[in-house]
C-alpha cells in the first residue's frame, strides 16, 4: 500500500525510462584526451638530453644552429629543429693488424706485414687512440671519418716503417716510429678538417716474419743486454775507484802546491841574502872580494890546505904564508 492510499501490485511496477545518449559531452570528452595526447607528444619533441660524454648538434630546417653540452635542452617540434649526438669525451681506437674483439686474438697480415728500409719483412701491429674534436666537421665534412683516418694511418705506417731499418723496427726505433706517425698523421688531419684528432699511437707489436728470424733477434737482444751488464759493471767499479783517485790527485796538488811555494820562499830568501851582500860588497869591495874567493875555494876544494900570502914582496925576512886553516881554528876558538 502506497502513502496515498493505492496498493501496488508486483505486476503493475513502472518502468524506468531510459536516458538518451549524451553525444556532444563524450566528443568534447574525446577532444580533450586528443588535445592532452598532443601536447604531451609535443612536450616530448620539444625536449632532449645530451649526457657529460656528448655533445649534440642542432640544426634549423637542415643548417646548423648551435652546438649545446650536457643538459636538458628545448628544440622546435615537428622536424623544424633536429639533433644529432655525438661523443666527443670518449676516446676510440683503431688496431691495425689485429683484431682483439674476437676470441681467440684475430691477425690481420694484410695490414700488419710490412717491409722496412733495409728490405726486410716484418709484421707491426698498431694500436690507435683518437677522439672527435668537432663534432660539426665529424658530422658533415664526410661521409666516413673513421675510415679516412684509418687508410691514413695505414699510409704512414708504412711510410715510416719503410724509411727505418729492421733493428729499429724491432728493437730500440720504436718510440721514434710511434712519434713520427703521429706527427705524420696529426699534421694531415690539420688539413683535412674531418672533426678527429689523433691521440696516441703505439706499436703493439713487432716481429719477424719466420721463427728463424724471430731466434736470431732475440740472441741479439740477449747480447745487448750483456753488453749493458758488462757497462753498468764497469760504471760501477769507476765510481767505486774515483774517490780513491781523486784523493790522490788532490794529494798530489796539494804537494805541488807546497813546493812550489817552498821554491818562492828560497828565491826571495836568496834574493835577500844576495841584496845583503851587495849591500857589505859596496861598502867595502875589495875585502868582501877576497871573503868571497876564499869561501868559494873553500867549498869547491874542502880537502886542499890554503895559504895566505901576508908578503908584500920578493927577498923579505917576514913570513910570507899563512895556514888558512889555523886561522879560521883561531877565529872559531875565539
Known sequence: MEENGTYRWPGNNPQPQKKKPDFRRAGRTALLVAVLLVLVALAGTCFYTVDDKQQAVVTTFGQVTDITDAGVHFKLPFGIQQVEKVDVNVYQKIELGYSSSGNPYEVNESESTMITGDYNIVNVDFFVEYKISDPVQYLYSSNDPELILRNLIQSQVRNVVGSSSVDA???????????????????????YDIGLSLVDVKIQDAEPPTQEVI???????????????????????QNAQLPDAQAKADKLLQNAAYLK???INEAVEQVAMFEAMYSEYAQNPGITRTRMYYEAISSVLPDVKLFINTGSGSGSDVQMLLPLESLVEANGGN
Do not use: H, P, S
Not at 723496427?169 to 688539413?191: A, F, H, P, S, Y
Not at 732475440?218 to 760501477?236: F, L, P, R, Y
Open 215 to 237: 731466434e736470431a733477434f732475440k740472441a741479439v737482444e740477449t747480447a745487448k743486454q750483456q753488453a749493458e751488464t758488462v757497462i753498468n759493471d764497469a760504471k760501477a767499479y
Open 261 to 263: 811555494q817552498k821554491r
Open 169 to 191: 723496427v724491432l728493437t730500440d726505433g720504436k718510440e721514434n716510429i710511434q712519434m713520427q706517425v703521429k706527427e705524420l698523421v696529426t699534421q694531415i688531419l690539420q688539413e
